[in-house]
């Protein structure tokens, strides 16, 4: 990427990533046995009398993030080490951790002393500034939901037993999540038809095991899973697949219902009805009724042109189920039915037949690496961000690391943002997901020494077996919105690093996807990959046969019906989202007053009853899955959280028609919107963030406007 003058040097230096099994968790616990006295000092040395912001919260915020700049780096192996005993070393250190920080906030003595600055604060003894306010409001509300508004000593002992068994049942859950990166089933080769041959050549064969059969292993990889269910025109492999996948990790099953139970038993020792009410306490939303009440509100909204986008489809199945070519397509299922497994396929020929648009051609244009470097250099322009490619300590070979800088302009000078870390491609232990990673908190110090953010773009992309590793383009999309995390969080000018509320979290990532579906954009990001060096051209002349030249840049009528797709299925995609959030807090706000009546929820048939009800497509009636057991969500840290995705959407489309619809890369408006949304962070109430960025509360009169507009063109 860009090169910095030889006058500017990173502020800080780059985290250490080099470790071994023993060495990680000697340091957690380490790391945890200083915090202990720390707190331990703290109390010996403040009395309640003589408590402040500056003697109590200050050094408790400062000594918590400094922790947090290894702790962080510690765990981030869990789900990306190549070694299975770090994988394992890091996952007991996260265990460790959690129980630590319950042990924290249930520390009587400093919940005192933060209880007495929090009352103090509001008799006017201290006069603070909101950053500082907001932060001892969180901290007072934290050791009020975390055991020490109870009471009774029995109760808060069996408060911390309850939490001890909960994070002992998530840790072996995410295990399991992260252990089912390479799983898969085998196909023969023939019920595969239609499968790009790049996808089955990165597929293990049979015959590389030196057996006769040729058959190849389908990993739930998305550059395998998404690739088969778009383009294989056997409905039965579909099915197969799609089945296969629902149906994974059934040891979960058991563990989420313990989970709920752990969960609602814990909010009710703490006063609340249920997780849910808990949970929101830590958001940006006022109630769990109001989000409830939203989400099926859409949802009604929605099911009407879900249903005319159902009829679409189905109108072009029964097209292929009356072609003598295409049976295979269809297999047994019903023509008058449109399946779950059904939904990719049919999509992909919609896209194909009606809006000449061939995913597989235009994949040809987005090679991994030169579109992220492309994205990144969008940043640049919009929001006045550089990214300068460094050598330095990195946790696997083909992690690409960046030192971050804010460019200069007439009233600042350039300077250091901190670290950007991209670790793009799959391997055998790493998590399959793609997410943003805080490795490093950004924060200013009591000394007033500004420590810098160190993040990472983690990705699971199958690399190529030979010739360029090409991205699909729900894939652009995803990785635009995970930059965005990561964008945000190292533009953050935050004083003291907290961590940005769950329903807020996501919008300016999600406002960040618009800009994949800018001819300008997708313009500047696609160029074919036989322009982007001679090893890439060889292949493709081999691939061709030499006799033809690719456009370099994706054409202008290309680039139109690409765009015109954006909206292509809009409220499918959204129900599909509104299932997951009215699942997750529809398990979380169960009404029941005991132990034994929660554990009798059959949260399977909610799961499926759900998903058919709210969505409208056909299931497997005589195996419906247990997806929730896959459902990472709830396992990490987003449980009675998920709404935060629909509802995000829908404000990220407030934003983006206000501000940026007609000149989406006008650098003036981007310089407001870092400063205002993204600078920001976790600093002030995001609530307010929002509403003095767009001079009003958001609505969703953007988001249906364009809605019904992709619906009356259809």
């Not at 700049?69 to 959690?98: G, N, P, Q």
């Not at 690391?401 to 000078?413: F, G, N, Q, Y």
Request: charged share 25%.
């Amino acid at each position: 990427m860009s090169k910095m003058p030889s006058s500017h040097y990173p502020s800080q230096s780059q985290p250490i990533f080099a470790t071994t099994p023993s060495a990680l968790l000697s340091e957690t616990i380490e790391i945890l046995s200083r915090s202990r006295e720390f707190r331990t000092e703290l109390l010996a040395s403040v009395k309640p009398a003589a408590a402040n912001f500056f003697s109590v919260l200050q050094p408790l915020i400062d000594h918590e993030n400094s922790s947090l700049c290894r702790l962080k780096v510690l765990t981030l192996f869990a789900t990306v080490s190549e070694d299975e005993k770090i994988r394992e070393a890091s996952r007991a250190a996260e265990k460790l951790i959690l129980e630590a920080d319950t042990e924290a906030l249930m520390d009587e003595g400093i919940a005192k002393l933060v209880a007495v600055v929090f009352h103090g604060c509001q008799q006017g003894k201290e006069d603070l500034d909101p950053q500082a306010q907001y932060l001892l409001q969180r901290r007072h509300g934290e050791f009020l939901r975390n055991g020490l508004g109870i009471q009774d000593k029995k109760e808060r002992t069996r408060y911390v037993e309850l939490m001890s068994e909960l994070q002992s049942v998530l840790s072996l859950a995410r295990k399991s999540l992260s252990g089912g990166a390479e799983d898969g089933i085998w196909f023969a080769r023939d019920d595969l038809v239609g499968v790009s041959p790049v996808v089955l050549e990165s597929m293990t064969s049979q015959l590389d095991k030196g057996k006769v059969d040729d058959e190849l292993f389908c990993t739930f990889r998305k550059g395998h899973y998404v690739p088969v269910m778009r383009q294989c025109t056997k409905a039965s492999s579909r099915k197969k697949l799609y089945s296969a996948k629902e149906n994974r990790f059934s040891e979960n099953v058991g563990r989420l219902e313990r989970i709920l139970s752990l969960r609602d038993q814990i909010a009710k020792l703490l006063g609340f009805n249920n997780h849910a009410e808990l949970k929101m306490e830590e958001k940006m939303s006022d109630s769990v009724e109001n989000i409830l009440e939203q989400l099926h509100e859409w949802t009604q909204q929605l099911q009407p042109v879900a249903h005319s986008e159902i009829q679409r489809m189905l109108e072009l199945k029964r097209t292929l189920f009356d072609s003598t070519k295409s049976l295979q397509a269809c297999g047994s299922d019903n023509s008058e039915k449109l399946y779950f497994w059904d939904w990719s396929f049919y999509s992909f020929l919609l896209k194909k037949y009606e809006y000449s648009v061939d995913t597989s051609k235009i994949s040809e244009y987005f090679e991994v690496i030169h579109t992220v470097e492309s994205m990144l250099l969008i940043f640049d322009e919009l929001f006045g961000i550089r990214f300068e490619k460094i050598e330095g300590s990195i946790w696997q070979k083909d992690v690409i690391c960046h030192a971050v800088w804010s460019k200069r302009t007439p009233t600042h000078e350039s300077h250091f943002l901190g670290y950007l870390y991209l670790d793009l491609f799959a391997r055998e232990g790493k998590y399959e997901g793609a997410h943003h990673a805080m490795i490093q908190p950004s924060y200013t110090d009591g000394n007033g020494i500004r420590h810098y953010a160190a993040d990472a773009l983690i990705c699971s992309i199958l690399k190529a077996v030979e010739g360029p590793t090409l991205l699909m383009m729900n894939e652009v999309r995803t990785i635009f919105h995970e930059l965005g995390h990561c964008i945000h969080f190292l533009v953050s000018k935050a004083r003291y690093g907290l961590y940005p509320s769950r329903d807020f979290i996501e919008i300016p990532s999600i406002v960040l996807e618009n800009w994949i579906w800018i001819p300008e954009v997708l313009k500047r990001l696609g160029r074919h990959y036989s322009y982007l060096g001679q090893g890439l051209n060889a292949f493709w002349k081999l691939r061709t046969g030499g006799q033809i030249d690719a456009e370099e840049r994706l054409s202008d009528t290309l680039i139109g019906d690409l765009v015109r797709t954006k909206s292509v299925n809009m409220a499918h995609d959204m129900l599909t989202q509104l299932h997951l959030a009215i699942f997750d807090l529809s398990i979380h706000t169960s009404p029941a007053p005991t132990d034994k009546v929660t554990e009798k929820m059959d949260v399977t048939m909610l799961w499926n009853s759900l998903k058919r009800e709210v969505i409208g497509v056909e299931g497997d009636d005589e195996a419906p899955g247990i997806g929730q057991a896959g459902f990472p969500h709830i396992f990490r840290k987003y449980d009675a959280g998920y709404f935060a995705y629909p509802l995000s959407r829908v404000w990220a489309m407030d934003i983006f028609s206000t501000a940026f619809m007609s000149d989406p890369m006008n650098p003036t408006v981007g310089q407001r919107y870092r400063q205002l949304v993204l600078e920001p962070g976790a600093g002030v109430s995001e609530a307010e963030t929002l509403k003095q960025f767009l001079g009003r509360e958001p609505n969703s009169q953007a988001y249906f406007a364009e809605l019904l507009q992709s619906s009356e063109g259809k």
